[in-house]
């Protein structure tokens, strides 16, 4: 992360300038999806998990997320209640998590529920909107993360009979293999019947049920992008992020959130050549982190424009509106007139 200074010009100086103002008043979070223009400027970079840990510490009243809806989310819910969230584009949204919308996951879980007589705990991805989120508090289950997506599944299996893991079915998938419950303890929903379609048989018996979502920018990753990797670069490691389908995490020789990816990247030997599987900005990140000791590669160049749509001059035109907001103003045929009458006080009782 690199912090802009004040002699910068443009946006970037711009930016610097307002921050200068505002203090600690302000502070920026960013994913390590985001592009480096936007990158530069955060007090803070980090994964869904890493940021989410990081709002109760802040001072700022004004914290300003730049990433995806759902994180911006998060963190409003995390604030305090004289802090306010900020999302320099309120159209970045996730599309996994648009593939699990509030009122289909309730039917699809109460009808499951009701259907089965079974006590069906759900457990959401991080990557939710907020009203997935509070279905899935009502119905006594829980939110994780890549990073701990195995230890919250066997708490999901403790507490009932059987888990609904929702949105992304490759992080299902590969937590679920992790875990050695078996192909034919898992039921692949077909949500569009709310639930309906689901041969009863396999629910009675099923300890997981899998949300049909998915990441596209992970997903589009195959196993014929790992086998040209391998052919072309003999002796490469190969790490990819749990949203993989699991025929490529297989193969891969790590898999893991983006902190883990970043630590294997760390980790590795000098001169290693190491194949990354996760969204283009953070793999051209740690390409130029560790260049020249270590050649770091996209196993496919998959960029998630969702978080693309936060840029360096929406970000500054979100700061620019936090400080209008912060300056008070008279209007300017009022402020020559009772500036004289001031003036006229503060000589008099000089
Ligand atoms: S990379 Fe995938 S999971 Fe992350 S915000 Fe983009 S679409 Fe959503």
Same mark, same amino acid.
């Given at each position: 992360?690199?912090?802009?200074?004040?002699?910068?010009?443009?946006?970037?100086?711009?930016?610097?300038?307002?921050?200068?103002?505002?203090?600690?008043? &302000?502070?920026?979070?960013?994913?390590?999806?985001?592009?480096?223009?936007?990158?530069?400027?955060?007090?803070?970079?980090?994964?869904?998990?890493?940021?989410?840990?990081?709002?109760?510490?802040?001072?700022?009243?004004?914290?300003?997320?730049?990433?995806?809806?759902?994180?911006?989310?998060?963190?409003?819910?995390?604030?305090?209640?004289?802090?306010?969230?900020?999302l320099?584009?309120?159209?970045?949204?996730?599309?996994?998590?648009?593939?699990?919308?509030a009122?289909?996951?309730?039917?699809?879980?109460a009808?499951?529920?009701?259907?089965?007589?079974?006590?069906? &705990?759900?457990?959401?991805?991080?990557?939710?909107?907020?009203?997935?989120?509070?279905?899935?508090?009502?119905?006594?289950?829980?939110?994780?993360?890549?990073?701990?997506?195995?230890?919250?599944?066997?708490?999901?299996?403790?507490?009932g009979?059987?888990?609904?893991?929702?949105?992304?079915?490759?992080?299902?998938?590969?937590?679920?293999?992790?875990?050695?419950?078996?192909?034919?303890?898992?039921?692949?929903?077909?949500?569009?019947?709310?639930?309906?379609?689901?041969?009863?048989?396999?629910?009675?018996?099923?300890?997981?049920?899998?949300?049909?979502?998915?990441?596209?920018?992970?997903?589009?990753?195959?196993?014929?992008?790992?086998?040209?990797?391998?052919?072309?670069?003999?002796?490469?490691?190969?790490?990819?992020?749990?949203?993989?389908?699991?025929?490529?995490?297989?193969l891969?020789?790590?898999?893991?959130?983006?902190?883990?990816?970043?630590?294997?990247?760390?980790?590795?030997?000098?001169?290693?050549?190491? &194949?990354?599987?996760?969204?283009?900005?953070?793999?051209?990140?740690?390409?130029?982190?560790h260049?020249?000791?270590?050649?770091?590669?996209?196993?496919?160049?998959?960029?998630?424009?969702?978080?693309g749509?936060?840029?360096?001059?929406?970000?500054?035109?979100?700061?620019?509106?936090?400080?209008?907001?912060?300056?008070?103003?008279?209007?300017?045929?009022?402020?020559?007139?009772?500036?004289?009458?001031?003036?006229?006080?503060?000589?008099?009782?000089?």
């Open positions: 992360m690199q912090q802009s200074s004040g002699t910068e010009t443009g946006v970037a100086g711009q930016i610097a300038m307002v921050r200068e103002v505002m203090g600690r008043r &302000i502070a920026i979070l960013a994913h390590h999806y985001q592009h480096d223009d936007v990158v530069r400027h955060a007090d803070i970079v980090g994964d869904s998990l890493e940021l989410a840990r990081r709002i109760e510490g802040l001072k700022a009243e004004y914290i300003v997320f730049c990433g995806v809806s759902f994180m911006a989310e998060t963190a409003a819910i995390l604030a305090g209640p004289y802090q306010s969230v900020r320099p584009d309120m159209e970045a949204d996730c599309i996994m998590a648009a593939m699990a919308p009122r289909r996951v309730e039917n699809v879980i009808h499951l529920a009701g259907s089965t007589g079974r006590r069906i &705990i759900p457990l959401a991805y991080v990557n939710t909107s907020a009203e997935v989120k509070a279905v899935v508090g009502r119905l006594g289950g829980a939110v994780c993360t890549s990073a701990n997506a195995a230890r919250m599944m066997e708490w999901g299996l403790a507490q009979d059987a888990v609904c893991f929702l949105p992304d079915k490759n992080l299902a998938a590969n937590t679920a293999d992790a875990l050695g419950i078996a192909e034919d303890e898992r039921v692949l929903l077909d949500v569009r019947g709310d639930g309906r379609n689901v041969d009863p048989v396999a629910a009675g018996r099923a300890r997981l049920f899998v949300w049909p979502g998915m990441c596209a920018i992970h997903h589009r990753m195959r196993t014929e992008h790992v086998a040209a990797a391998r052919a072309a670069h003999p002796g490469a490691l190969l790490v990819v992020h749990p949203e993989c389908r699991p025929e490529v995490v297989k891969a020789d790590a898999a893991g959130s983006t902190r883990r990816i970043i630590e294997f990247c760390e980790q590795a030997p000098g001169g290693a050549t190491i &194949i990354v599987g996760t969204e283009l900005n953070l793999v051209q990140r740690l390409a130029a982190r260049a020249p000791d270590k050649r770091i590669l996209p196993l496919l160049p998959s960029i998630c424009e969702n978080m749509k936060i840029t360096e001059e929406k970000l500054l035109h979100c700061l620019q509106k936090i400080l209008s907001e912060c300056r008070v103003t008279v209007p300017e045929e009022l402020s020559e007139p009772a500036r004289l009458s001031i003036t006229r006080m503060l000589e008099a009782c000089a």
